[in-house]
Nanobody
Framework: QVQLVESGGGLVQAGGSLRLSCATS????????MGWFRQAPGKERELAAA????????RYVDSVKGRFTISRDNAKNTVFLEMNSLKPEDTAIYYC?????????????????WGQGTQVTVSS
C-alpha cells in the first residue's frame, strides 16, 4: 500500500509558475513509477507527466511539453511537477499517482494508488 499526499497547488496568473509536490509513504518508493494526472471541469482525467522509477524516462502530454518538468527524489520519497508559463487551460485538479512497475505509462488503469488532488487555477 502506498499513501500519496499532494501539495503546492493554488491560484496563479497566466505566465506564472507553480511547483507541485507529492509525498509518499508505505512501500518502497523506488519500486513505483509515478505520474501526475489532471482533470479539468467537464473533462476526462488525463496524464500530464510521468516518470520511471529512477527518473531516467519521462513522458508528457503534448500541451505541457517545454513548460512542465517532472522529477523525483527517491531519497525523500517525493515526486515533483514544476509548471512554468502556466495558461488558463492548465486549470484543473492535479493528482499524483503511483503504479507498480518501473516504466512510464499514460494509462489511468495502470496506476493503483492515487492522492486526493490539489487544485491549480490559472487566471487570465
Amino acid at each position: 500500500q502506498v499513501q500519496l499526499v499532494e501539495s503546492g497547488g493554488g491560484l496563479v496568473q497566466a505566465g506564472g509558475s507553480l511547483r507541485l509536490s507529492c509525498a509518499t509513504s508505505g512501500r518502497t518508493f523506488r519500486d513505483y513509477a509515478m505520474g501526475w494526472f489532471r482533470q479539468a471541469p467537464g473533462k476526462e482525467r488525463e496524464l500530464a507527466a510521468a516518470i520511471s522509477w529512477n527518473g531516467g524516462s519521462t513522458r508528457y502530454v503534448d500541451s505541457v511539453k517545454g513548460r512542465f518538468t517532472i522529477s523525483r527524489d527517491n531519497a525523500k520519497n517525493t515526486v515533483f511537477l514544476e509548471m512554468n508559463s502556466l495558461k488558463p487551460e492548465d486549470t484543473a485538479i492535479y493528482y499524483c499517482a503511483a503504479r507498480e512497475g518501473l516504466g512510464v505509462s499514460a494509462g489511468i488503469a495502470d496506476y493503483a494508488y492515487w492522492g486526493q488532488g490539489t487544485q491549480v487555477t490559472v487566471s487570465s
